[in-house]
C-alpha cells in the first residue's frame, strides 16, 4: 500500500531477512522539536524496533534517534516510546490480522514525506530457519546469472 517517498532516514534490512512482508502501510509518528532535527541530519536506527498495539493505539518500542547536538534540555531519551498514528480502521484491522498465529507488525524504513516523517509499517509473518536459507540461495544465484551475463557480454 504505502510507498517511499522523499528522502530515506533509516532502512531495516534485517525485517526483510527475518520476516515475510504480507502488507505495508504508512504512519506518522509523534515527535519533539529536536527529534525531528536530528532525524533530518540522519541519526535514526530501527533495526531493533518493534510495534505494539495498546488499547488501540499504536506504539513503537527501540526506536533508536540520536540526540540533537545543538540541543539543551529539551532533548528527549533516545529510546522512548513513540506514538504512531494511523487511522483507527487501519489499527484495528492490523490488530485483526495480529491475532493470527506468526503474525507482527515491524517497522521497515523511516523516511520524509515533504516535511514530515513517516514510517512504513509492515505486517510480517515469521520465516523459518530454512525459509531464510532458500532466500540466501536465490539471491546468490540471481547474483552468479547476472556476473555470468556480464562477462559473456562484456568479456
Known amino acids: 500500500m504505502a510507498k517511499a517517498q522523499g528522502k530515506l532516514i533509516a532502512n531495516n534490512k534485517k525485517a526483510y531477512h527475518d520476516f515475510f512482508i504480507l502488507d505495508t502501510y504508512e504512519a506518522g509518528?509523534?515527535?519533539?522539536?529536536?527529534?525531528?532535527?536530528?532525524?533530518?541530519?540522519?541519526?535514526?536506527?530501527?533495526?531493533e524496533a518493534f510495534i505494539r498495539i495498546e488499547n488501540g493505539e499504536m506504539f513503537i518500542y527501540g526506536m533508536h534517534i540520536s540526540p540533537?547536538?545543538?540541543?539543551n534540555i529539551?532533548?528527549?531519551?533516545p529510546l522512548r516510546v513513540r506514538k504512531l498514528l494511523l487511522h483507527k480502521a487501519e489499527i484495528n484491522k492490523l490488530l485483526g490480522k495480529m491475532k493470527e498465529?506468526?503474525?507482527?507488525?515491524?517497522?521497515?524504513?523511516?523516511?520524509?514525506?515533504?516535511?514530515?516523517?513517516?514510517?512504513e509499517v509492515?505486517?510480517?509473518?515469521?520465516?523459518?530457519?530454512?525459509?531464510?536459507?532458500?532466500?540466501i540461495a536465490k539471491k546468490d544465484q540471481k547474483r552468479e546469472a547476472e556476473r555470468d551475463f556480464k562477462i559473456r557480454n562484456f568479456g
Not at 509492515?122 to 532466500?135: E, T
Open 29 to 47: 509518528i509523534a515527535l519533539a522539536g529536536t527529534e525531528v532535527k536530528s532525524l533530518r541530519m540522519g541519526k535514526c536506527s530501527v533495526k
Open 68 to 71: 540533537y547536538e545543538k540541543g
Open 74 to 77: 529539551f532533548n528527549k531519551d
Open 101 to 119: 498465529k506468526g503474525m507482527a507488525i515491524v517497522p521497515l524504513r523511516v523516511y520524509f514525506s515533504g516535511s514530515l516523517v513517516k514510517v
Open 122 to 135: 509492515g505486517l510480517a509473518k515469521g520465516k523459518k530457519l530454512y525459509d531464510k536459507r532458500a532466500d
